[in-house]
C-alpha cells in the first residue's frame, strides 16, 4: 500500500509563510493527482490545491496568488508553499494522492500537519 505523510505544519504570524510537504512512499505504479485538503475547527474539509501528473494545477479561490502546489516526481515528494497566510488559514492540512497499482487507481491520505495563524 501507499504511504503519505505530510510534515512542515506550524504556528506563524499574520501574514508569514510555511512550506508543507508530502512524502509518498510504498507500492505503486505513478502518482496522478496530489492534492492538499484543509479542515478547520468545526467545518467540513475542504478543497486547497492539486497537482497533476503532467504539472497542471488548481487551487481554491480562498489561495489563489498566495499558495503554489508543486512536485518533485523524483522524489515522490509535494509541497505547498504559503505566502501571506492569514488567521482563516488556520486548519489541519492534509495530502491525498491518487495513483496506479495493479490496474487500479487508488487514493491515499496523510495524517495531516497542523497550520496556525496567529493574528
Known amino acids: 500500500q501507499v504511504q503519505v505523510v505530510e510534515s512542515g505544519g506550524g504556528l506563524v504570524p499574520f501574514g508569514g509563510s510555511l512550506r508543507l510537504s508530502c512524502a509518498v512512499s510504498g507500492s505503486f505504479s505513478r502518482i496522478y493527482v496530489m492534492r492538499w485538503y484543509r479542515q478547520a475547527p468545526g467545518k467540513q474539509r475542504e478543497f486547497v490545491a492539486l497537482?497533476?501528473?503532467?504539472?497542471?494545477?488548481n487551487y481554491a479561490d480562498s489561495v489563489k496568488g498566495r499558495f503554489t502546489i508543486s512536485r518533485d516526481g523524483a522524489k515522490n515528494t509535494g509541497y505547498l508553499e504559503m505566502n501571506s497566510l492569514k488567521p482563516e488559514d488556520t486548519a489541519a492540512y492534509y495530502c491525498n494522492v491518487n495513483y496506479a497499482l495493479s490496474g487500479g487507481n487508488l487514493d491515499s491520505w496523510g495524517q495531516g500537519t497542523q497550520v496556525t495563524v496567529s493574528s
Open positions: 497537482i497533476t501528473s503532467g504539472g497542471s494545477t
